[in-house]
């Protein structure tokens, strides 16, 4: 398992694949830290006041966040599909899988390699943002570590659905899916939240499954909380208890314990049904 | 045959509603080298990912080197080279073999001189560190060749292992089969190219939809040949002549012979002259696989042994 888990690092290191991850995190960060710059340094002389630029900042750097979690699914996606299944269509696979090791090895050991090229593109690229907006407007959101630990949460989902899915269908049917579906529960996570501020209980509770069938969405509010300064906590409480559930980038407290165990245990059993189907498969 | 490398009994393999192998057995001795021969989609890649484990049958029976069927262990005493060859284009040949050595579970302390040996059995020590991805497909061949025989395991097995070779290439790997075979592995040499089977194998099995239709020393099979007799003025006595000879079949003023050895050619010959008949032409078939192979699979099946 780890010389494919190796060899897959291998494999995304050579293919240039860590190379481009880093030179956009380059890219994608110094645009950060440049366009917070001007907004604080204008907005200071425009007369705005500290806690106004803090506050905007910090709604800003969660948007940054939304579009990096959407960029950071989309190389999960990317990472995954062809993982297993592109080696299975180019033949690559068969002189591997004739050796003495079980199918479940490949197919995790493809997914440890993966997961740690995407987890490290996540804490380094989200790490690196969070810093250089805090250097640059003096803003720090009140848990980096937590909201990057999602973030990467996030994207092992991802990863996991495209991988198994790899296993099953051709590698381009797999990462559609997978995108779709995060997009689907994204959607269905806002619905969620309107339902519930509206009292409409029975979409509500099926929104709510969907998050539980694909947690991308429902971890996701975790990145939200580990970035929203409680200021803005306290003044929503304030205002509109109920309505501000259903502002997509707002989290009033962080996924509970039983639904991040519920997120691995989902990782843990795609990928378990994907090696149940694997190890049954004719190659 | 005591303790053979490859044993299968009565074998079944479906696709949905495609018959892969319809039954088949086959036993193959430890040290043989073994053609499987047969048309497209006769069973010759399914039997072997079967004896791998790539697949699992849908009925019968099978034993590889003492194991069961797909056992883990076994693989690691058997080479593999697949018909759709292709090793990851990003990596250097040495490294492929590295991989592959680790994947075996080659002793590390011997894992540097099995690849050497590999990479000088196959001619490509010299381009040993260059990346696969710049190389032709008979580089690859190759390569994929040097991983089927690293840490010389007991038993071989190659599908189409000349395909994507010049003659030169296919020289090579002849002394290379040959080689592995002198060192006591069991060859099995799945192939179309029937001059290649013919120059190396020491046994053919012959397969075609499914099942077996011929197997023995080579010697065996190509010698059940046959003889076209083009005769004259015998009527209805020409094919009872020549059906004393063996089956026979009559095209017009063509009689064939099947199953004839050729020693007994002039005697058919004789025969026809003595009743009469007049001999305008004597065109003995087979004296090679490919004769033998083509009259097989024209044979109906009813007629196979």
Redesign the interface.
């Known amino acids: 398992m780890i010389?494919i888990a190796r060899?897959t690092v291998?494999?995304l290191v050579?293919?240039r694949v860590v190379w481009v991850l880093a030179a956009l995190t380059i890219v994608s960060v110094g645009l950060v830290g440049w366009g917070l710059d001007r907004l604080v340094t204008l907005a200071r002389e425009g007369g705005s006041g500290e806690l106004a630029i803090r506050i905007g900042v910090s709604q800003v750097l969660i948007l940054i966040a939304f579009m990096f979690s959407f960029v950071l699914a989309m190389t999960a996606a990317f990472i995954g599909a062809p993982a297993v299944g592109a080696d299975l269509e180019?033949?690559?696979a068969?002189?591997?899988?004739?050796?003495?090791?079980?199918r479940s090895e490949v197919l995790i050991g493809r997914w440890l390699g993966s997961a740690l090229v995407v987890v490290a593109y996540a804490v380094a690229s989200g790490l690196l943002a969070i810093a250089v907006a805090a250097f640059v407007s003096g803003y720090g959101p009140p848990d980096p570590p937590l909201a990057v630990a999602f973030l990467a949460g996030q994207a092992l989902v991802l990863l996991t659905l495209t991988l198994a899915l790899g296993s099953v269908l051709p590698s381009i049917a797999a990462g559609a899916i997978a995108v779709v579906g995060f997009g689907l529960g994204w959607m269905a996570g806002v619905m969620a939240g309107v339902a519930s501020a509206l009292g409409v209980a029975a979409l509500g509770s099926v929104a709510e499954a969907s998050r539980w069938l694909l947690p991308s969405d429902g971890l996701w509010r975790g990145v939200i909380y580990g970035l929203e300064p409680p200021l803005v906590v306290l003044i929503a409480a304030g205002r509109a208890p109920g309505l501000i559930d259903a502002n997509p980038f707002y989290a009033a407290s962080p996924p509970p314990l039983p639904f991040v165990v519920w997120s691995v245990l989902w990782m843990a059993l795609v990928l378990g049904a994907a090696t149940w189907w694997f190890e049954?498969r004719?190659? | 045959m005591s303790n053979p490398a490859i044993e299968l009994d009565g074998v079944v393999k479906r696709?949905g509603r495609t018959t892969a192998l319809a039954g088949l057995s086959l036993a193959v001795g430890r040290g043989e080298l073994v053609g499987l021969l047969g048309p497209n989609g006769a069973g010759k890649t399914t039997t072997i990912?079967l004896i791998?484990?790539?697949?699992?049958p849908t009925g019968g029976s099978g034993r590889v080197l003492g194991a069961p069927l797909g056992d883990?262990?076994?693989?690691?005493r058997?080479g593999?080279?697949?018909e759709?060859?292709?090793?990851?284009p990003?990596?250097h040949a040495r490294e492929v073999l590295a991989?592959?050595a680790?994947?075996?579970?080659i002793p590390v302390a011997s894992r540097r001189r099995a690849v050497d040996e590999a990479l000088d059995r196959v001619g490509l020590t010299e381009r040993a560190d260059d990346r696969v991805s710049g190389f032709s497909k008979g580089m690859q061949q190759r390569l994929?060749l040097g991983?089927a025989l690293l840490g010389d395991p007991e038993l071989i097995l190659l599908d189409e292992p000349t395909s994507a070779l010049d003659p030169l290439g296919r020289t090579d790997v002849r002394a290379i089969v040959r080689a592995a075979r002198d060192r006591g592995a069991t060859v099995i040499l799945n192939s179309h190219l029937l001059t290649e089977v013919e120059r190396v194998c020491d046994r053919v099995v012959i397969l075609h939809q499914g099942r077996t239709i011929a197997a023995g020393p080579l010697d065996e099979v190509v010698a059940a040949d046959g003889v076209r007799v083009r005769v004259t003025g015998l009527d209805d006595t020409g094919r009872a002549i020549a059906a004393a000879f063996g089956p026979a079949e009559v095209d017009g003023e063509w009689l064939t012979v099947r199953a004839l050895s050729p020693g007994r050619i002039p005697d058919l010959v004789a025969a026809f002259v003595a009743a009469g008949g007049r001999v305008h032409g004597v065109e003995p078939s087979g004296g090679s696989l490919e004769a033998r192979f083509i009259e097989l699979l024209a044979e109906p099946s009813s007629d196979r042994p």
């Open positions: 010389v060899l291998k494999e050579r293919r180019s033949g690559v068969y002189a591997i899988l004739a050796r003495p090791l079980r049954r004719d190659l | 696709y990912k791998l484990g790539l697949a699992r883990r262990g076994a693989r690691s058997i593999y080279l697949p759709l060859f292709r090793y990851q990003w990596l991989l592959h680790e994947l075996a579970r994929g991983v």
